[in-house]
């Protein structure tokens, strides 16, 4: 079965420190990969995505994603984080079988601490 | 330009009765999502409909419908609610389908619905 994993619930880090959110898939074929957002309250904003092309990607508000194929990783990160970053990511892949959808991971909450 | 809006932002209703959410899309958006957020299960895909016509649905009971009127806004109708039923119902559009190489989907803010 497809999926998309994001091992953990909580990420916690101290502003100006780099941050790391995991997240691991398994599809068919080759992967299109995106990170969203989602601050308090509100929906999900689009950040970043993988079609195809440089496994390094950079999205909105400085953060950036690494595509892993050996390893079938998507990492999101940042080099500084802030405080302002606080909120639940999610790792989402479009399903291969049914192309019209996207499939997204559990989520996992962001802490900056000042 | 507006986003996606959609109402009601919060609503309770009770076992066995009706609610129906509404979702207008960003305007020149043809396709409209239907999310359902619960709490620590992420997003799980619910319904799709393009040009008016139901194009494919996730793994939920027929109690769970929609509909997308001509002017491409949608509702979604979950009849006979039960308890599980309370979650945050997420609406999202995009100028294609996802299968599109953008897959950007642009989301609302919700409506939370709450059964008792």
């Known amino acids: 079965a497809q999926s998309v994993a994001q091992p953990e619930d909580q990420v916690n880090v101290a502003e100006g420190n780099p941050l790391t959110v995991k997240c691991t898939y398994s599809?068919?074929?080759?992967?299109?990969l995106f990170w969203y957002v989602q601050y308090p309250n509100r929906g999900l904003q689009f950040l970043l995505k993988y079609i195809t092309g440089d496994n390094l990607v950079k999205g909105s508000y400085g953060f950036e994603a690494e595509f892993n194929k050996s390893q079938t990783s998507f990492h999101l990160k940042k080099p500084s984080a802030l405080v302002s970053d606080s909120a639940l990511y999610f790792c989402a892949v479009r399903d291969t079988y049914n192309t019209d959808k996207l499939i997204f991971g559990t989520g996992t909450r962001l802490q900056v601490f000042p | 330009e507006a986003g996606v809006t959609q109402s009601p932002t919060h609503l309770i209703k009770t076992r066995g009765q009706q609610a129906t959410l509404r979702c207008s899309p960003i305007s020149g958006h043809t396709s409209v999502y239907w999310y359902q957020q619960a709490l620590g299960l992420g997003l799980q895909f619910l319904l799709w409909y393009d040009e008016g016509e139901e194009r494919n649905r996730g793994n939920f009971p027929p109690r769970f419908s929609g509909r997308q009127f001509p002017n491409y806004s949608s509702e979604l109708n979950v009849n006979a609610l039960e308890l599980e039923d309370s979650a945050l119902y997420l609406c999202?559009?995009?100028?294609?389908?996802?299968?599109?190489?953008?897959?950007?989907?642009?989301f609302g803010e919700g409506s939370r619905l709450t059964v008792l």
């Open positions: 999202a559009s995009s100028l294609a389908p996802a299968g599109a190489h953008t897959g950007e989907l642009f």
């Open positions: 599809v068919s074929g080759n992967p299109y």
